[in-house]
């Protein structure tokens, strides 16, 4: 019989859904999720995507559920045995953009191409036509269409410029088309005559194709990023929205999906009204994918305050990634890697390594001391990663998103002035603007490259005020409230800009103006402006920089800050943070998106324990492969025999220029992350990294020789059996530690306020490298046959390690407990004593235990840094103590009695309804007067949920608490 689920999910669990994996084979995995202890399934996108699309990103047709993912009738398959299990249906949607890689499979853009700005669909699409306008005008019928043509839409499809000449004239469905090789483009009705060339028919098409090295800086439609074939949709349309929310609608009124998650949220114009109609639409559970700016020193950016009010619960959970990871990262390792980094990016030398017409390098005590020096002062870190990502941020905003600033430019130039307020206007005098297009482009892509964060959304009608006082000496600033926070991303932007290009392009007048534009929420360029500005930050952060610095790329992770490594007591902050703001969002520590899965980012974190020897390793690997970094003539030239150190200068001279060699870092730790691996997984991740790094070789330029390198590489390390020996000696010395992380790791996000996401297959070890690593086969066969097992597992055994059925053990265990102590992890809970919060430790390794009580019954103590505790000899007399008044009592209805009663000391128990667990305590008298809490049960008494083992009291010894496993999850029982 069919159970409605809990309206927020204990759990998730991600699938990853394709033709070779359908919503009927997810169905069939419902019984093994239910025993594994999931709550909801979670779905990526399962609406119509282009043919042979692995991921459904690239929606074609948003009314249909795509056939090849188990179309309509595998939805509702699945939602039913899900919906048995008392499970709920979270499904991934797409509502930015639509794939239009073949035109003819999206009948929305074949229609935008055939009948241009007359189509029905042209105000699906975000197309600025007038730019794409030429000397040649769209075909229009005599008898006139109701819309008459003011461009076209640019395609870059054409290999060559000249290869408008390859253009042949068919036959699709009984209707001419035009075809470039295999590619098809519809033609305007009655616009063929007879003897036209195909040249003659595509210039008087609703659409131009142009030259591929276009797609930069000459199409004319809003893009998913830089990508040609992901064209934006504006579901800010009520008519739009309507009509592509119309298939979704009707998962909710048929009972199949019970929550959604938003891709790209941040693309939209109007994020709050999305969510607020999507909210009126479904009832649904809604979490957003929404990367929140992380600060250097844990704090972070919060949700739009509107948000939860429009229906958002929280994030998909990225920014918890690097507070888990941060909190296990030895300090002092990683800062000594980031030494070696800037002496690799400088053109140095790793210790003991030669360098031609040079002493050899120094000796890694010279790097120690380079490490500690820049722990004392990590700002230096955070200068040198600042700059390579506003280089990084810069290239894009110049490079392939400069179409989007020339847009933003023509838009603000064309209305931008009648836009404004008529205050504004009053005050200005006159539109200010008086410099070209491109002008006003590099001014946009400056400021857009500066901002912090992804967007801004609402600026206070008051921040204007702060920017026309620039401009007016009228304006009264006596009594104006200060700027509100998007009001100053705004203003530290501008000011960069004036710090660093002030002319007369950036003039102060243009610059305040800008001011007063960005801080009008209305304003059609502050919408366009918000809207873009993620793009820059995603593809200039996460897919460049990410790539171009690595010290311990543990840390290199979506939402992260890679420089500098969070302290354990910022995820504590976290965890209140979560609690207190998106206690319902979800929780990740392995996505679709992550640059690395959990487990390998745990035997990345080993490597920071073992600076110098991975440097060793480094040295040695380097040794025996021949990747060669050929420096830009823009480098810096390196004095032969110069001294390499940290802040060392590097002189110009006539000597060899210097290539940063530091992507060797980036890449042997990821060989020793995912090991073992095949040449062939190492090797396309090779080349990805390398591509989305641009600095050697590019996506749309590849460097041949270079990459051959990069291949020869990772072929080496199954085929050169001293790579392979050294490769393996490594992963001996990081095989348990990288173990012993990866369990804390998953512990921490399993019981962390929100909602934990178990990605597909990581309830084992998976060692995954970015996509399309992540995405391969999961075998449910071996996991299922784990699970069945599991209450009989030997942690003793090593076969349980090594096939990962221990991580299993814990999963399931703790998903189990958050689904059976419900109330003690939602947040809403009178039962809840407050956030999860640090308990005491004691002792000599005390630095080594992580420890904090959930709900005052709940309590997880794991180790950190385990390389160093075993050489240190061992937990020694360390301990942590639980301070008694963090304890609440076990007997549920004498303690909501007295919460209700402390809370409300008016009201009486006697007051309650007869169903109310308040009603039933033991030793109440009615009396509206606060009781004492009852004394914890002496002794207290411990029951570790992960081995059976029983512990009593409030101080524990570590050592006898992690016996078995490195970490302990207890529960106080009576």
Not at 125 to 149: I, M
Not at 561 to 566: G, S
Request: hydrophobic share 40%.
């Amino acid at each position: 019989m069919s159970q409605r689920p809990a309206p927020v999910p204990a759990s998730t669990y991600r699938f990853q859904l394709t033709s070779d994996f359908t919503l009927f084979d997810a169905a069939e995995q419902i019984p093994y999720l239910a025993g594994l202890g999931i709550d909801w399934v979670y779905l990526s996108p399962v609406l119509a995507a282009e043919p042979g699309s692995t991921h459904g990103y690239d929606m074609v047709d948003p009314t249909r559920v795509d056939e090849a993912r188990g179309g309509r009738a595998g939805l509702e398959a699945l939602s039913r045995a899900a919906h048995a299990a008392g499970m709920g249906v979270l499904v991934d949607i797409v509502p930015n953009h639509m794939g239009v890689a073949t035109p003819v499979h999206n009948r929305y853009w074949w229609d935008l191409l055939t009948f241009g700005e007359a189509s029905r669909y042209a105000q699906w699409f975000d197309v600025d036509w007038a730019a794409g306008a030429d000397d040649t005008a769209p075909f229009r019928p005599a008898d006139g269409w109701t819309r008459p043509a003011t461009g076209k839409l640019v395609l870059a499809e054409l290999g060559a410029p000249e290869h408008l000449g390859e253009l042949e004239i068919r036959e699709h469905e009984g209707s001419p088309v035009l075809a470039y090789y295999d590619n098809l483009y519809p033609v305007a009705p009655g616009s063929l005559q007879d003897g036209m060339t195909p040249q003659e028919l595509h210039a008087v098409q609703n659409y131009r194709l142009v030259h591929w090295k276009h797609e930069d800086w000459g199409l004319n439609y809003r893009r998913f990023f830089s990508i040609k074939t992901l064209a934006g949709i504006r579901v800010e349309d009520p008519a739009v929205f309507a009509a592509t929310h119309r298939e979704i609608a009707s998962w909710f009124t048929e009972g199949l999906v019970d929550g959604l998650r938003i891709d790209h949220i941040d693309g939209l114009a109007r994020p709050e009204e999305y969510l607020t109609r999507l909210t009126h639409l479904t009832g649904a559970y809604i979490v957003t994918e929404k990367i929140l700016a992380l600060e250097s020193l844990g704090a972070r950016e919060l949700l739009p305050a509107g948000w939860a009010e429009a229906g958002a619960r929280g994030t998909t959970g990225y920014e918890l990634i690097a507070y888990i990871d941060g909190a296990l990262t030895d300090r002092a390792g990683f800062f000594h890697l980031e030494a070696a980094r800037q002496q690799l990016f400088a053109g140095g030398p790793l210790p003991g390594e030669a360098v031609e017409g040079a002493d050899a390098a120094e000796e890694p005590a010279g790097l120690a001391a380079a490490g500690r020096h820049l722990q004392r002062h990590p700002t230096s870190v955070h200068g040198l990663f600042t700059q390579i990502e506003q280089a990084a941020k810069t290239h894009f905003a110049f490079g392939p998103l400069s179409g989007e600033m020339l847009r933003l430019a023509r838009e603000l130039k064309a209305i931008g002035w009648f836009h404004c307020d008529a205050r504004s206007r009053a005050v200005i005098g006159a539109d200010p603007l008086d410099i070209d297009i491109e002008q006003l482009a590099d001014v946009f892509g400056i400021l857009a490259a500066s901002l912090p964060v992804y967007r801004v959304y609402r600026p206070a009608p008051t921040d204007r005020e702060h920017f026309l006082a620039q401009l007016s000496d009228t304006v009264d600033t006596v009594d104006l409230p200060p700027l509100s926070e998007d009001g100053q991303i705004i203003m530290r932007a501008l000011s960069a800009i004036r710090s660093t290009a002030r002319s007369a392009t950036a003039s102060d007048r243009l610059l305040a103006y800008l001011g007063v534009v960005l801080t009008t929420a209305n304003h059609p360029t502050f919408i366009r402006f918000a809207q873009s500005t993620g793009a820059i930050m995603a593809k200039g952060v996460e897919d460049t920089t990410f790539y171009r610095y690595a010290a311990l790329t543990a840390l290199n992770e979506v939402g992260g800050r890679p420089e500098e490594p969070f302290e354990p007591a910022a995820l504590w902050q976290e965890f209140e943070r979560r609690m207190r703001t998106t206690p319902h969002g979800l929780n990740s520590l392995s996505t679709h998106d992550t640059k690395r899965s959990e487990d390998t980012r745990a035997r990345i974190l080993a490597l920071a324990e073992l600076p110098g020897e991975f440097f060793a390793f480094l040295a040695a690997a380097r040794q025996r492969t021949s990747v060669r970094y050929r420096p830009d003539e823009s480098d810096l030239m390196v004095t032969a025999g110069a001294r390499y150190g940290v802040n060392a200068s590097i002189e110009r001279t006539k000597a060899p220029l210097a290539a940063d060699t530091s992507f060797d870092i980036l890449l042997w730790q990821a060989v020793l992350g995912a090991w073992p691996a095949t040449p062939e997984r190492l090797t396309e991740y090779a080349l990805k990294a390398a591509r989305e790094q641009s600095l050697y070789t590019w996506w749309t330029d590849n460097h041949e020789e270079f990459e051959d390198e990069l291949r020869a590489a990772m072929e080496a390390t199954e085929q050169d059996p001293e790579l392979r020996a050294l490769i393996e000696d490594m992963d001996g010395r990081i095989r348990a530690a990288g173990h012993s992380n990866g369990l804390v790791a998953k512990a921490l996000q399993l019981l962390a306020p929100g909602v934990p996401d178990v990605y597909q297959g990581t309830e084992l070890w998976d060692r995954s490298l970015v996509d399309p690593d992540n995405r391969r086969p999961v075998d449910y066969g071996e996991r299922g046959r784990h699970l069945g097992g599991i209450d009989r597992l030997d942690l003793s055994d090593e076969a349980a390690w090594d096939s990962g059925a221990v991580k299993l053990l814990l999963t399931s265990r703790l998903l189990h407990l958050r689904t059976r102590l419900r109330e003690v992890f939602v947040p809403d809970s009178p039962l809840l004593t407050g956030p999860p919060g640090p308990v005491g430790r004691t002792g000599a390794q005390w630095e080594h235990a992580l420890a904090v009580l959930f709900g005052g019954r709940v309590l997880l103590v794991g180790t950190r840094l385990p390389i160093g505790l075993a050489a240190a000899g061992g937990w020694a007399d360390t301990a942590v103590t639980v301070a008694a008044e963090d304890l609440r009592p076990l007997d549920e209805d004498a303690y909501l009695a007295q919460v209700l009663a402390e809370t409300d000391p008016d009201r009486s128990t006697d007051d309650l309804p007869a169903d109310d667990p308040g009603t039933s305590t033991a030793g109440t008298t009615g009396s509206a007067e606060p009781s004492e809490a009852p004394a914890p049960e002496a002794p207290c008494r411990w029951r570790d949920v992960l081995t059976g083992a029983e512990f009593t009291g409030t101080r524990l010894q570590v050592a006898e608490l992690l016996d078995r496993l490195p970490v302990a999850v207890l529960e106080r029982v009576e």
